[in-house]
């Protein structure tokens, strides 16, 4: 089994793209390699190239404030010792490298308080040979859970409630999970917090269904933290790296969250895909909206859409708008989102998005506008292929992988659109990586 904790791997999935493996995402990724993709030796490419540069030349110092115990064994900053200005410069770099033979790449927007921006953080629980509980991420490579109290990057209040679960889980005297043996019950601790609303989730993952003592415990951990408002509880009974098994029961509240984003409020919940760092994110879809030049008549393509949420802000400035996205969850939300927010104009279906698009091009459906935000793989050639048989006038594409990105540009550059532009956006502070929107017109 791989066991990875490693920030490298961040990216955008659905279950987690936090410190850790997600097999969902390396099974796709296998899927995409064998089945679909047909590039992966320019993706092979990109990557040795972008090795090259990996962190060389950036300027290392102990930075006051910028101090973690457990940075080595974690893995998941490789930028802890670097000034940030200096992290926007090699992420500028970075990014000027991959995409500057397609089009201008204009200056990084950081953030002016680059800390504690997940709002979404997971914790593994396990048991020390004395019998006290710690929970923290896996060591790389190993089922050794290096234990986290607090961490630079993760929601301050999150890692608070998960300081308070440590303690009931002695209090009530709840084992932790043991990943070798399969005994024992209590395995992870995921908290997702909204930005905008203040809402809080905590999901409580189990080995198996049973929380004794379920009522007090919920009790005590509502006391302790009355600003919580939802518990779920997960059942993973699977000898899995991924965190979150299928069932699911609402132990308080409604089983979900609400955020606001650009206006618009979101349904978010355990499962489904929502970006970790909220401030960054508005800011993102705001040029993603700018670029698309909507106004008000243009039939738009939401392209892995998660939970709608580019579509959805989108909807207000165009004709009609059509979201794709595998994950079932995610659609749900969709749906649900667009109910909530009162859009009559967006439409979600549940599709590979490559599949989708063919379905598109075959049937001679019209597009005007392409937003398409594919996972850290990039797209495959049946989605760019068809899209350029859609023929949109403007294609707008926001990536957290300026390697794949940059693989796919070349593709659309060669097929009849001229990119306009990058724009990169420093979504993970302390993190080699960088989300970058890029403007594709058509020739
Ligand atoms: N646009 C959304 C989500 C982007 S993350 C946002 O900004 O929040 C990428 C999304 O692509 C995830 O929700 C993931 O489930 C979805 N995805 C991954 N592979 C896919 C595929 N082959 N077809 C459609 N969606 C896919």
Redesign the pocket.
Known sequence: MVRKTNQDRRG???QDPIRKTNQDRIG?TKKYGKEIRKNSADSDHYAKKYKTIETKGVKKQAIPGQFCPVEKKCGGCQFLDVAYEEQLRWKQKKVEELLKPYCEVHKIKGMKQPFYYRNKVHAVFAHKRDGSIISGIYQEGTHDVVPVNECLLEDKKADEIIGTIRELLKSFKIKTYNEDTGYGLFRHALIRTAHKTGQIMVVLVLGSPILPSKNNFVKALLKAHPEITTIVLNVNGKKTSMVLGEKETVLYGKGYIEDELCGCRFRISAK????INSLQ?EAL?QKAMELAKLTGKERVI??????G??GMVAARYAGEVIG????QD?VRDAIRNAKMNNMKNIQFYQ????Q?MVQMAEARERADVV?M???RTGS?EAFLSSAVRLSPKRIVY?SCNPETQARDLDYLTKHGYRAEGAWPYDMFPFTVHCETICSLIKK
Not at 302 to 307: E, L, R, S, T, V
Not at 324 to 327: K, P, Q
């Open positions: 955008k999935t659905n796709k489904s895909f929502y970006q994110t879809y939401d392209a892995y859409c998660g939970i949420t580019i794709v996205e595998l994950n995610a599709n590979d998005a490559g989708f937003f935000d594919p996972p495959d926001i």
